[in-house]
């Protein structure tokens, strides 16, 4: 009883940022993303009858304590879906730069939903494993899919549907994604602590909310129009709402540096001089730069130009869930 699968991380484009439910992992608006070709999680589940606990394996170290916890707490839910007891040997690899921005817990746990759920020849389809993996970490569950992709935030309490769907598939509309790393140290506030802070003191949550439906509408007719300056516009701006109702928490926070600002003015130098590019900034420092593949060599040498950019990491639209052979 044996699966390996491997998922690929996302981006978000138009940004999940709240959840109404801690436990389920509900947000409280859509978003949408594009999966990554370049950063991934290769997972393999085993089921074994001699094991009396799961054993979890990250990058050839055995992990104990917190760690195991999670993934241990995932498998209930797995075990419970298929109806199954057993303990599980977990190997997971990751090929995601954390220190770049990065999540890898997208990744990881739609690559563990999907292993696990093989290893009990359990049939589930896209949409239930999105809502397994949404239980593990919210963005996990746009990575089921490949290319772009849609998480739906649903109405019902027990999250029945809220799961992510597919807009339009990697090879459908090629893109240009450089991870532009300025900043290497673990940030102060951690996603999860920012969206509570702001979801439950900010005044301008509100105002984020109220404004997403005219984003999502706009990003998702973009994509099916393959408009990139319609897309870039849309993207930049709900980045910088999103970052926008930090600065009305209380206590406030940041999560830029001098050197994020300066990423953003390259690019908004570069469209001024006729090279559409746009940035997203995740709940961190370092800023994510999108423009379109004929471009990419002009923006990466740009941005490189400046003192606080470290490393850029280019990527373009990946694949969805795909099972390995072991």
Request: glycine share 8%; aromatic share 8%.
């Amino acid at each position: 009883m044996k699966a390996t699968a491997r998922a690929h991380t996302n981006i978000a484009l138009i940004k999940y940022w709240g959840k109404r439910d801690e436990q389920l992992f509900l947000p409280m608006n859509n978003s949408i993303s594009i999966t990554l070709d370049r950063f991934y999680t290769t997972t393999s589940v085993s089921f074994r009858e001699d094991l009396s606990a799961d054993v979890f394996v990250l990058d050839g170290k055995e992990m104990g304590g917190h760690e195991r916890e999670k993934i241990s707490g995932f498998l209930n839910l797995v075990r419970r879906t298929a109806n199954h007891q057993g303990y599980a040997v977990v190997d997971s690899l990751n090929e995601v730069p954390t220190a770049a921005g990065f999540a890898s817990s997208a990744s990881g746990f739609a690559a563990l939903a999907a292993a696990s759920t093989r290893a009990l020849n359990f049939t589930i389809s896209n949409e239930g494993l999105s809502i397994l993996a949404r239980q593990g970490s919210g963005s996990a569950s746009r990575s089921i899919y490949g290319g772009y992709a849609e998480w739906h935030k649903g109405t019902c309490q027990d999250g029945s549907d809220s799961f992510a769907t597919q807009i339009l598939p990697e090879n459908a509309w090629d893109l240009s994604v450089l991870s532009v790393m300025v900043e290497a140290r673990q940030k102060k506030v951690l996603s999860r602590e920012g969206m509570r802070r702001t979801v439950e003191t900010s005044p301008f949550y509100a105002g984020w909310l109220d404004s997403l439906e005219i984003d999502l509408s706009a990003a998702r007719d973009a994509i099916h129009k393959q408009d990139f300056e319609q897309l870039g516009t849309v993207l930049e701006r709900n980045a910088l709402k999103m970052h926008a109702t930090t600065f009305g928490a209380n206590p406030p926070f940041l999560y830029w540096t001098g050197a994020t600002i300066d990423v953003m003015q390259v690019v908004q130098e570069l469209r001024e001089n006729g090279v559409l590019a746009y940035f997203t900034i995740d709940a961190g420092p370092n800023v994510k730069v999108i423009c379109q593949p004929a471009d990419e060599q002009v923006v990466k040498d740009r941005l490189l130009e400046l003192e606080c950019v470290q490393d850029i990491f280019l990527c373009h639209p990946g694949p969805g869930i795909h099972y390995l052979t072991t």
